[in-house]
């Protein structure tokens, strides 16, 4: 019962504009967003796999495409650099290796799950003008799903990601089993996520702008005073840092850690599951 | 900066309680009224700092995109809270302004008794209003409900002041085209002395051609401000018992003239 208001709200707020949400993490949406994406560098490396396939939840997709991007990049690296390892090779054979219908990817695959189908539908239209297309042979798929219930068996995924998610489940605790049942053993958990500030007078900044300037801006640029002062408050009722990562330990999880960025209006929690 | 950063950070306070409420239930704690200070349904608190920011975003908001017309209300709501008062104390002071201020009667379809006014001779009041309903296409249930009032008779104040502005238009035989609109905006300025009927007064004009701001100039503007002096305070009528009286008689108990009959090219 309660998704279903959840899932009201959100209709509501993604038919008004979407500038002031990303207002209210601006800075820190884009940059956090690279640096969990940067976090999936250490991954590779960490584990080596050779292929690597990825939950992503979050209909529009931003650390979607950056995987993508990422993966697009080192394999075409790798091609290059097997390439030039074969020796004596005639231009025939180099001209049909680039053309073949091969993946770009590697094997690579990356799923975005959503709640919400307007978000969905946006991320869909975000890939189509980045030039990445949805289906098999592309990597890219696009999930109707509810984080405390996902359609998915168990063990599949080698990394999920939730960016400015989980804060909006109904019950965290059961997003949190969910994503460890879907993981493989050894797959990682990220999330990124508003957090508590540490710093006294940027917290005192922080909640003024929050309380004071974002429902304004919901209301003059939107029309919607109430969805955004929900978000602000919906942030503040998130739990802490440390609390936070209780809760993903008793999920089953590892070695989790937590990197605050600017002063804690984000953090970025990971877990592994071993 | 301390006191405005104290008074800014008071919701808080109110806020400190909801730790460890489910957030699905945060939406809808605004329709609970009487309590965390909602004086009326539909009542945001906001702080000062908040007032200003709506209000400087409103006008902003409302002169780039002249179909917001929430954005008027809001503007209206935030800055009009010294003339309302103003306004609340003579609707006091007159017999059928107290009146209002005391039964609060409101216009909506629901309120209206259509049939009724359909029947009413031609030339009432009550006739000519549904006929510039239907003429302009317009209804009364398109008027914004108060959010940004605190306090809750001049919340409704302000209601009413919306719900007879197309009252206004009836009496001042002014159609819902951009002219028309601002001839009654400027008549409402010089009546209510509200802020956002001054400035949608003077800003209206903005988008005009220069043939449509020559005949406002030297016509339709001197002509409402006659009008608006003139006539008394336009709150204080107590329009649904005057469905019957004829507009023309109406239009003499106030002194308000016909207007100025003007051709502009491209309006109705």
Redesign the interface.
């Known amino acids: 019962m309660?998704t279903h208001?959840?899932r009201a709200?959100w209709s509501r707020v993604m038919r008004s504009c979407r500038l002031p949400g990303f207002r209210s993490s601006w800075p820190r949406g884009p940059l956090g967003a690279r640096h969990v994406s940067q976090e999936k560098q250490a991954t590779e490396t960490h584990f080596g796999f050779e292929t690597v396939s990825e939950e992503e939840k979050g209909g529009k997709g931003d650390i979607a495409f950056r995987f993508l991007n990422y993966v697009h990049e080192q394999h075409k690296g790798k091609q290059k650099r097997q390439l030039r390892a074969q020796q004596n090779l005639s231009w025939e054979e180099i001209a049909k290796k680039y053309q073949s219908e091969e993946d770009p990817l590697g094997g690579s695959r990356v799923v975005v799950c959503d709640i919400n189908k307007e978000m969905l539908k946006i991320g869909k239209q975000k890939a189509r003008a980045q030039g990445h297309k949805a289906g098999k042979s592309y990597g890219l798929a696009w999930v109707l799903g509810d984080a405390e219930e996902l359609p998915f068996d168990d063990d599949k995924f080698d990394v999920y990601t939730i960016a400015f998610g989980i804060?909006?489940v109904?019950h965290i605790d059961q997003a949190l089993q969910e994503a460890h049942r879907v993981l493989k053993p050894g797959g990682r958990f990220l999330c990124l996520e508003f957090s508590q500030v540490n710093n006294p007078l940027i917290s005192?900044l922080y909640?003024?702008y929050s309380?004071?300037?974002i429902?304004?801006?919901g209301?003059?640029?939107a029309?919607d005073?109430?969805?955004y002062?929900?978000l602000v408050?919906?942030i503040?009722?998130f739990p802490s840092q440390e609390e936070f990562k209780e809760m993903i330990e008793d999920a089953g999880f590892e070695k989790v850690t937590y990197e605050s960025l600017t002063s804690g209006i984000v953090a970025i929690h990971s877990g592994f599951k071993l | 900066m301390g006191t405005l950063l104290r008074s800014a950070l008071r919701p808080l306070r109110r806020l400190g309680g909801l730790r460890g409420q489910a957030a699905v239930d945060v939406p809808l704690r605004g329709v609970r009224h009487g309590a965390a200070g909602l004086l009326y349904p539909g009542h945001i608190p906001t702080s000062p700092l908040q007032k200003a920011l709506l209000a400087a975003g409103s006008a902003g908001m409302a002169l780039y995109n002249p179909y917001r017309h929430d954005m008027v209300a809001v503007l209206g709501e935030t800055t009009g809270l010294r003339a309302l008062k103003v306004l609340r104390d003579q609707m006091r002071k007159d017999p059928e302004g107290a009146e209002i201020l005391q039964k609060r009667p409101r216009i909506s379809l629901s309120t209206l008794d259509l049939d009724k006014l359909r029947s009413l001779p031609e030339g009432s009041l009550g006739q000519e209003y549904l006929c510039f309903l239907d003429v302009n296409r317009v209804s009364p249930d398109t008027r914004a409900p108060t959010r940004f009032v605190d306090d809750e008779e001049l919340a409704y104040v302000i209601q009413r002041y919306r719900e007879i502005h197309d009252m206004l238009h009836t009496l001042l035989g002014m159609p819902t085209n951009i002219l028309g609109e601002i001839v009654v905006k400027w008549f409402e300025a010089v009546q209510t002395g509200l802020p956002m009927c001054i400035l949608g007064a003077l800003f209206g004009p903005i988008r005009l051609s220069a043939q449509s701001l020559q005949v406002l100039v030297s016509e339709l503007i001197p002509w409402a401000i006659q009008n608006g002096r003139r006539a008394p305070c336009v709150l204080n009528l107590y329009y649904e018992r005057r469905w019957e009286q004829p507009l023309r008689a109406l239009r003499e108990e106030l002194g308000i003239t016909d207007p100025p009959t003007v051709h502009v090219r491209g309006l109705a």
């Open positions: 309660a208001r959840s709200l804060r909006n109904t005192r909640d003024l309380f004071q300037v429902p304004v801006l209301e003059v640029i029309g005073w109430k969805s002062q929900y408050e919906s503040r009722q």
